[in-house]
């Protein structure tokens, strides 16, 4: 899964995180839950899995709490 953080042109000065880059981490051990889920427009469940994912970083955790997209491949 590649994570995206959050395009910051009208974040206020500061507040604003100039060392944000993308990350990338496996998630093959959600990888069910996240997509069945996602099909079932379950956006708790997603949520979830979510904090799961990211608590995964170590750092920065709250870096990536919102982010401007996911992309997921297999």
């Not at 500061?14 to 944000?20: A, G, K, Y």
């Not at 099909?39 to 990536?64: F, G, H, K, P, R």
Request: with cysteine; charged share 25%.
């Amino acid at each position: 899964m590649e994570i995206y953080p959050v395009e910051q042109s009208h974040v206020p000065a500061e507040c604003f995180r100039p060392t944000l880059q993308q990350r990338s981490i496996t998630v093959r051990y959600i990888w069910g839950d996240l997509v069945d889920a996602w099909a079932a427009q379950d956006s708790d469940t997603v949520d979830e899995i979510w904090d799961d994912v990211i608590s995964d970083l170590d750092s920065d955790y709250n870096a990536y709490a919102h982010i401007s997209s996911v992309g997921i491949g297999a």
